[in-house]
């Protein structure tokens, strides 16, 4: 389970995360949307542990920056980050020795044969295409076996059946009982198995709504996004 | 050529305007004016009676600056032109002027006018130099312009020349080859000549390499050579020379700038590369990354499972970067960086011998080149990718792992170096030892150094006043270790003399050690900034 209570992440005088609080169950799959710039991949990068902030965040009960968080944690980042001069297969040991895993060859040749890089094992990160490399940073995040995952952009760069195993990992993973949190701003992209969608504008969370209660109503979530979005656009410009 | 002359105006306008949002770039930039009015004033009418009937330097000398710099510009542009090229473009300019219905010629004299712009900004620390060349030359305002001109010129040119060898060996090994070759040949010739007149005259190498640089033959040189002779007719006063070397540099730029628009020759995917790779180093150097280009050198990955990654936990950061190290050069550590030290050490010290401070001049400036390689080195790359915060382990664990070959670097190639420097430069083997510990020793300060500028300065995006700071931690961090050596060194008997570098080694190595226990949560503590 995923808490992120009260998080606010400034740098200098801009505010990128204002206040922000929300949670992700397990077997959830929940979605941050909103434009360009609404604080996004700030606010996985905190969950990440990779930015200071203030407020509190959980992995599983624990504060995110402790050891058993980051056990728990698997995060796969808007771009790739691949070491230039280790192999893919490298990359797969580097990740399966850093988290101290056991029997983890089996599950890396899975995942690098489902996303077709079974004859790229011997290839350099530096090799590698953009769309490759976002390839084994997906696999690199999953081999952990996480129980909360994180994916910043995931979709960006890949080729169809990518996205399609991507999605299939995805909602695979929920059944397994996992916390995903997506953030993305292509509403398309998550359409198919969304559990919870959190809107973001100006660094704070606009609305939240969940399937559930979305199908209840009858309000379509595309409709609420341009809503929120473009009211707040129109404000901003009507103050400016 | 109404957008382009819009575009240049904007730019500039937007550059001076900008100012106005960031104050202290403001008051820098105005301090730098200030400063540089101030020396333009004070040396044009203060010196005048000071320099009358004074001894002045060797004029050669300013020749054979000039004509260095010349060749430093030829050479690195050349070898640039034989890779990747350079450019006059940004990748604005690609997506947006390329593309638009505007002559390319045009848009190459707008390219041209912009990067003349550049050079001419950056020349003016020049201007810096007017008291050293008044009270050492007695030159005027007049030789000072002068030498400003030059240094645009050579800049200038030299990019000219790189996106010419560029389009000419772009793709044909043959020409490439002979493009080397001319350049080696040339400059053993000038070597040799040097070499010659030393020999021949019973004098030392620079009094060879200032008679050369002061011949009539050695105006006719491209680039470098035409830079002297337009000085030296200024100098003298002898229209004739500062007309050739003008004649000169417009044949040339013509010749190829023709070269880049004439015919079918399509300078646009020509440049498109360089001008990828310029914005990838813009971007990395914004960010506070490290730039590492594609290697043309082709890797192999061993078979057997000899190479593998090993360790546990932090552990394996540290076999990481010994398996990158290893794929970057065969024996780990010792890699072009340890030749090229090698080879300077030998000849410094094998130049310099009897002189007692040698082993500290050379000490020192390696030093000083070790700082920037290990600041922008290994830890620095390593802590720009997202898997050492994520790995869960405790942060000094990862820290210490991450640094451990940088910590290595050092201590190997001070083994090397000062080894050399015993054997070519006659130094006391005992004096090259604790030499050599030095080195090994402000190579760890310098690691340590990393981590603290990270966490004390990891969330700072202004890169001038990083580097301000960073300068300030680097001296203040240096000091003690600097001054408790030369208190030592004064009270040492001449036979132990040997030993006065002990205390700095020593110093060296607390602060280091200090500054991880301090900076060892710095995993936790600091930003990650990269995208």
Same mark, same amino acid.
Not at chain 1, 35 to 63: D, M, Q, R
Not at chain 1, 85 to 101: D, G, Q
Not at chain 1, 124 to 130: A, T, V
Not at chain 1, 193 to 219: C, H, Q, V
């Given at each position: ?13 801009? $505010?990128?995360?204002?206040? $922000? ?12 949307? *909103? ?46 980050? #691949? ?10 040991? !580097? ?81 397994? *009982? ?14 198919? !198995? ?11 969370? /606009? ?29 901003? *410009? *009507?103050?400016? | +050529? ?22 202290? #770039? ?19 009418? /203060? ?41 006059? !473009? ?101 070597? /040799? ?44 006063? $002898?229209?004739?020379?500062? #007309? ?64 593998? $990654? ?65 600041? !922008? ?62 080195? +090994? ?91």
């Amino acid at each position: 389970m995923l808490t992120v209570n009260g998080v606010t992440k400034k740098y200098g005088k801009l $505010i990128a995360n204002d206040n $922000i609080s929300f949670e992700v169950n397990p077997g959830e799959i929940s979605v941050l949307l *909103g434009p360009n710039g609404a604080g996004k991949s700030t606010i996985i990068k905190c969950i990440a542990g990779l930015l200071k902030f203030k407020g509190n965040i959980y992995i599983n009960g624990n504060e995110n920056k402790s050891l058993q968080a980051k056990r728990d944690l698997g995060y796969i980042p808007e771009m790739p980050a #691949l070491y230039d001069l280790l192999t893919v297969w490298e990359h797969m040991e !580097f990740i399966a020795r850093a988290y101290s895993l056991e029997n983890w060859k089996e599950q890396a040749e899975a995942l690098l044969e489902r996303f077709e890089l079974e004859d790229k094992r011997k290839k350099l990160g530096s090799e590698l295409s953009k769309g490759m490399q976002q390839k084994v940073s997906i696999c690199c995040g999953i081999l952990t076996d996480p129980k909360v995952i994180l994916l910043d952009e995931p979709m960006v760069g890949l080729d169809p059946h990518a996205i399609k195993e991507l999605k299939n990992l995805i909602i695979e993973r929920r059944n397994k *009982g996992n916390a995903i949190l997506i953030s993305t701003h292509m509403l398309d992209s998550v359409d198919e !198995f969304w559990d919870s969608a959190n809107i973001m504008m100006n660094g704070k969370i /606009a609305a939240r709504r969940t399937r559930s209660e979305i199908a209840g109503t009858g309000e379509d979530l595309e409709a609420l996004f341009f809503q929120i979005t473009e009211s707040n656009r129109d404000r901003i *410009g *009507g103050m400016e | +050529m109404k957008a382009l002359s819009y575009l240049l105006i904007t730019q500039l306008k937007n550059r001076i305007l900008s100012l106005k949002k960031k104050p202290a #770039l403001l008051i820098l930039n105005i301090f730098v004016f200030a400063m540089l009015i101030l020396l333009i004033v004070v040396s044009v009418f /203060a010196t005048e009676e000071m320099n009358y009937g004074m001894d002045f330097a060797d004029e050669r000398i300013i020749y054979l600056i000039i004509a260095g710099l010349g060749f430093l510009f030829l050479g690195i542009n050349i070898t640039t032109g034989l890779s990747t090229g350079s450019t006059l !473009f940004t990748m604005s300019d690609v997506g947006l002027l390329f593309v638009a219905p505007i002559s390319p010629k045009k848009i190459l004299l707008y390219g041209i006018i912009s990067t003349l712009g550049k050079t001419f900004l950056a020349s003016f620390f020049i201007l810096y130099q007017i008291g050293t060349l008044k009270s050492e030359f007695g030159y005027g305002m007049r030789e000072i312009l002068i030498l400003l001109l030059i240094y645009v010129l050579l800049i200038f040119a030299c990019q000219l020349i790189s996106i010419g060898v560029y389009i000419f060996s772009n793709g044909n090994l043959v020409r490439k080859k002979a493009i080397q070759a001319i350049f080696i040949t040339a400059g053993a010739i000038l070597v /040799a000549l040097a070499l010659v007149y030393q020999r021949s005259h019973q004098t030392d190498i620079m009094d060879a390499l200032l008679w050369m640089v002061d011949q009539n033959w050695f105006g006719f040189i491209p680039i470098a050579g035409w830079a002297v002779l337009l000085f030296k007719g200024v100098i003298e006063e $002898i229209f004739i020379k500062v #007309l050739g070397a003008g004649i000169f540099y417009t044949i040339f730029s013509i010749l190829f700038i023709y070269l880049l628009t004439s015919g079918k020759s399509d300078y646009y995917e020509d440049v498109l590369l360089s001008t990828e790779l310029t914005d990838q180093k813009l971007k990395a150097a914004k960010e506070g990354r490290k730039y590492s280009p594609k290697s043309n050198r082709k890797i192999k990955i061993k078979e057997d499972n000899k190479e593998a $990654i090993k360790g546990i936990g932090a552990a394996v950061l540290a076999y990481k970067n010994r398996l990158e190290r290893k794929r970057r050069s065969r024996f780990v550590y010792i890699d072009g960086y340890t030749v090229f030290a090698c080879i300077g050490t030998g000849i410094a010290a094998y130049n310099m011998k009897g002189n007692e401070f040698a082993g500290y001049i050379i000490l020192g400036t390696l030093a000083y080149i070790l700082f920037f390689m290990t600041v !922008f080195g290994p830890l620095n790359f390593e802590l720009s990718k997202h898997y050492i915060y994520l790995i869960p382990d405790k942060s000094v664990k990862k820290i210490v792992a991450s640094s451990i070959t940088s910590l290595l670097k050092p201590c190997v190639d001070g083994v090397f170096i000062f080894g050399i420097m015993a054997l070519l430069g006659g130094t006391d083997p005992l004096t090259a030892i604790f030499l050599a510990l030095a080195y +090994m020793g402000i190579g760890v300060l310098y690691v340590g150094l990393t981590v603290m500028y990270q966490r004390v300065l990891g969330g700072q995006p202004n890169m001038l006043a990083k580097a301000f700071v960073g300068i300030g931690l680097l001296l203040i961090v240096l000091a003690p270790s600097i001054i408790s050596s030369v208190i030592v060194a004064m009270i040492l008997p001449e036979s132990l003399r040997f030993l006065s570098t002990l205390p700095f080694t020593i110093c060296s190595v607390a602060f280091t050690a200090i500054i991880f226990i301090a900076c060892g949560d710095l995993l936790d503590k600091s930003d990650y900034l990269v995208k």
